[in-house]
């Protein structure tokens, strides 16, 4: 990294998160981890609970999460790591606990651990990334690739006769009793970026007044999988991505609306 | 503290408790479900954590997530859902954090049976799951043992932050004997849990525990040290017992259960005139390999039986190096041998032993 000196008559307006490392991230140009990962941090930050917190990183193109945020980090094997944190926070109630997972990863290897933490009301935060391929192994189609979208193992576009249709997690987590908020938010824009991170907020709160399970489902890009530039890409996502995603709550839970209207 | 009649299962559920035990996660499977309903009933009676998890996967993950928290942790299961935990058990091993896993072997392959079977020697010792690692196994004989093998493997376990695996057989888990179990340890409080554990970023910089290293000499440098710790842990852990080896000049070698019926064929066939002795591998893995050496060179021949197709006698092979002959008795399927049946194939061994010397 670079220091760069502020002039006198200047005021730093804009620095990194305590909760984030001041590292490099691997990502591709136009990635909207970088941004995800900043509202995370913003929001641990906010809360004042970067030294209690533990991440569990995924397998997929954050399975170096750890490098990026400056909390305690475990990484879990593919889809594991609603189990991971299950048992990490049930020996460490005073810890923050989330996961960080993509779509391969919770909606596809991982959809049995997702769902069975979500309906024990599991006390940890989970953040899902859903860009609607696989990324890290080269863009393969995955559980959440929208139909007739191509990818390198649906050649000619998702044909849902064959390959079943895009999986909804936020709806099928939130209709879970043990789910205390559960939301589906995008960060292709300003206002979808600060929406955002309101809804992460609402989460790690969810969290740490004991509700119960919490989910931000984030829409995202992959703008060198889908073959776009990355302005190309968050075009695609909004015109496209939201139709079949609506964006919103799914669930909220009595305990949560409480404290959300306070 | 007096002994008491025990089922095996419920013995070592309650010796890990008194060992300290913190968590437990498992999944209902037999012929072992006696030692997650006892601490299904046990543990949060001491405000300690129960779980019962989706599937043996998530069982073992969760152990991982707990074991990375420092806390002290195990789960059990049966063949089958030992090898759905296989996947865990590759990186728990790579992470180093220390795990007690219990296998009350059961017979197979697929979903097998529910009879007792030393079907998964392989898989204890040499296949625990991907990559270059092995597990502390200890395998008792007994009940009383099972129980003492518990308090064993949690220190085991955090002395070297590698996972022990206790494997049992489905008649120790289910049968009763006159045991005694061990004084109740203090449980670690949250705030001794050890420095290397996910506590939380407070007063020093982040902990990362991961089994991912991308360069290849980074990985490789990480292997060397698990390899390190391998050799350290085969110089200092290797445990066996030995009967009647003194004079012996035929070998019977055992573990768990065969072990202990083949007592009884030491007895009667010295009875018959026939000088035989025992060893019976008490750590699997690290095997003793040193000592059967040693005996083959003093014995004329070794009869090595277990309830399997012959797993073990190829470590035992590798340990006798041709001194004499090894041959293999067996049974599958669930199918205990019984000493009226292993005395013949001793008798048959001698007999080949008295021609191969005359001719």
Redesign the interface.
């Known amino acids: 990294m670079t220091t760069v000196k502020i002039p006198e008559d200047m005021e730093l307006v804009y620095d990194y998160p305590d909760s984030l490392t001041e590292a490099d991230t691997h990502y591709c140009p136009g990635c909207t981890h970088g941004t995800i990962h900043r509202l995370v941090a913003e929001v641990l930050d906010e809360l004042g609970v970067r030294t209690r917190t533990i991440g569990i990183a995924p397998v997929g193109c954050s399975v170096l999460a750890y490098n990026y945020f400056d909390t305690d980090f475990a990484e879990a094997a593919h889809g594991r790591a609603p189990a991971m944190a299950t048992g990490l926070k049930r020996v460490s109630p005073d810890n923050v606990v989330f996961t960080y997972q993509g779509d391969g990863d919770l909606a596809a290897i991982g959809t049995a651990e997702i769902v069975h933490a979500a309906n024990r009301g599991e006390l940890f935060t989970t953040i899902f990334v859903n860009n609607a391929i696989y990324g890290m192994t080269g863009g393969q189609m995955a559980p959440t690739t929208l139909p007739g979208q191509v990818t390198t193992s649906s050649p000619t576009g998702r044909d849902v006769k064959a390959a079943g249709y895009p999986i909804r997690m936020s709806e099928l987590i939130g209709i879970l009793p043990g789910s205390a908020y559960v939301t589906r938010q995008a960060v292709f824009d300003v206002r979808g970026i600060r929406r955002t991170k309101r809804a992460i907020k609402t989460a790690f709160r969810a969290q740490l007044e004991g509700c119960g399970f919490s989910m931000v489902e984030v829409l995202s890009t992959c703008s060198t999988n889908w073959g776009m530039s990355p302005q190309e890409a968050l075009e695609w996502a909004e015109e496209h991505m939201v139709d079949y995603f609506p964006l919103g709550d799914t669930r909220v839970s009595d305990d949560v609306r409480a404290f959300m209207e306070e | 503290m007096a002994k008491e009649l025990l089922e095996g299962n419920e013995a070592f559920a309650e010796a890990a408790v008194r060992a300290g035990l ?2 437990f ?1 498992g999944y209902p499977i037999t012929p072992q479900s006696e030692a997650l309903e006892h601490l299904s009933k046990r543990l949060p009676e001491l405000d300690r ?1 129960f ?1 019962q ?3 043996e ?3 073992i ?9 420092g ?1 002290r ?1 195990m789960t059990s299961s049966s063949s089958p859902g030992i090898s759905l935990m296989q ?2 058990l590759s ?1 728990i091993a790579c ?1 180093e954090v220390p795990v007690v896993l219990v296998n009350v072997m059961r017979g197979g392959p697929g979903l097998g049976n529910i009879q007792p079977s030393q079907a998964d020697y392989f898989q204890s010792v040499k296949m625990a799951g991907h990559g270059d690692f092995h597990m502390i196994v200890l395998a008792p004989a007994d009940v009383q043992e099972l129980i003492d093998h518990m308090v064993l493997a949690f220190d085991l376990a955090e002395k070297y932050r590698t996972i022990t695996l206790v494997v049992a057989d489905g008649s120790i888990g289910q049968m009763m004997e006159p045991a005694e179990l061990p004084p109740m340890r203090q449980v670690r409080p ?1 705030e001794e849990r050890t420095d290397w554990a ?6 020093r910089d ?7 290293y991308l360069g290849a000499e980074k990985l490789e440098e990480v292997n060397l040290r698990l390899q390190r710790k391998l050799r350290e842990i085969a110089a200092h852990e290797v445990r066996w017992k030995e009967y009647e080896t003194e004079d012996a000049d035929l070998l019977l070698v055992a573990f768990g259960t065969v072990g202990r019926i083949c007592q009884t064929v030491v007895r009667d066939a010295r009875d018959k005139g026939i000088n035989v002795g025992l060893l019976r591998p008490v750590t699997l893995w690290p095997f003793p390999s040193e000592r059967i050496a040693e005996l083959a060179d003093q014995v004329q021949g070794i009869l090595t039986v277990e309830m399997n197709a012959g797993q073990m006698v190829e470590d035992v092979r590798l340990a006798v190096e041709g001194r004499c002959p090894v041959e293999f008795y067996g049974r599958m399927g669930g199918i205990v041998p019984l000493a009226d049946e292993i005395l013949p194939e001793l008798e048959t061994l001698a007999a080949e032993v008295k021609t191969g010397q005359e001719a």
């Open positions: 913190e968590a996660y954590v779980l998890a989706e599937s996967v998530a069982a993950n969760m152990v991982y997530g707990a074991a990375c928290a806390a942790v996947e865990g990186y992470s949250p996910l506590t939380g970023a407070k007063g982040a902990n990362t525990i991961t089994s991912l």
